[in-house]
C-alpha cells in the first residue's frame, strides 16, 4: 500500500491510544506510531525499513479492524 492509501484507511478507523501489536511488542501512543512510520514509508528509509513499517502498519490495521468488528456483535 502506498502512504497515502495509509492515511486513508486510518481515517476511517476508531484509533486506540494503545495497542499490543505482537507478544512482547505493545505500543503506547498509535498516533504517533503511524505518524512516524508513515515518514518513513514517504521516503525517510531505505527499502527493507518501508518493508519492515508496512508490516507493521497493516497489522495494526488488523488488530483494529479485528477489534471494531468484535465490538459490533452482540
Known sequence: MEPEEYE??????NLPKEVKLWPGVYIKDVSK?????????KGAGSQRQKELHAVRLDRLIELIQNNQQE???F
Open 8 to 13: 486513508e484507511m486510518f481515517s476511517h478507523l
Open 33 to 41: 506510531f503511524i505518524e512516524s512510520h508513515l515518514l518513513t514509508l
Open 71 to 73: 465490538d459490533l456483535k
